[in-house]
């Protein structure tokens, strides 16, 4: 069910409307550094993994530059779709986590790296970037206690995505709402 869900335009459609939204209350802000206005800045991506004939707009990372000559600096607003530099979209690394931990560790592996094409070296980096570095980084260290203690840090992001799941009105929302708590901290069932 969610490896389909990943397959559907709506999705992208919707949380590319989220990063859009969260870049411009970033730009209302202004520039963190001097205050000056902030001007779009998007770069060019090509993420792995999701549907084919995607628009273009949606293949976009929002960033801003500041329009002040002696700043000039980029501010980069948290992101729904992106997960910091890796290739392949957000929600799938976040899918296949969570489905993978669901398994033995021989099975289902294969599977999903036909499905969304990524190779076992990059699928061996996610899962040791979530048991290793995640649980201790400072991104999950502010979330966790906004989320139930239920939810193990030896089972990330698998326990996580599954919690907004069994609280949202579809595995979509659920999907979604974790992306997006995951980006911005809010929005916790
Ligand atoms: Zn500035």
């Not at 699928?123 to 970037?129: E, Q, V």
């Amino acid at each position: 069910m969610l490896p389909e869900l990943l397959q559907k335009s709506s999705l992208f459609s919707l949380l590319h409307r989220i990063d859009t939204d969260l870049a411009n209350q970033c730009r209302e802000r202004g520039c963190p550094f001097c205050g000056g206005p902030l001007h779009q800045a998007k770069y060019q991506r090509k993420p792995r993994g999701g549907p084919e004939g995607l628009p273009e707009e949606y293949l976009v990372r929002q960033s801003l530059c500041c329009g002040r000559e002696n700043c000039r600096r980029r501010s980069l607003p948290v992101s729904c779709l992106f997960m910091g530099r890796r290739v392949y979209w957000a929600g799938i690394i976040l899918v296949v986590m969570a489905l993978r931990q669901n398994r033995p560790e021989s099975a289902g592996t294969g599977e999903l790296m036909r499905m969304f094409g990524m190779t076992r070296k990059t699928l061996f980096r996610w899962i040791s970037y979530f048991r290793e570095a995640f649980p201790s980084s400072a991104q999950w260290q502010k979330l966790r206690g906004r989320v139930h203690s239920s939810i193990r840090d030896s089972e990330l992001p698998g326990d996580l995505l599954r919690y907004f799941i069994r609280y949202a009105d579809s595995a979509e929302a659920g999907l979604v709402g974790c992306l997006r708590f995951l980006a911005t901290g809010l929005g916790g069932p």
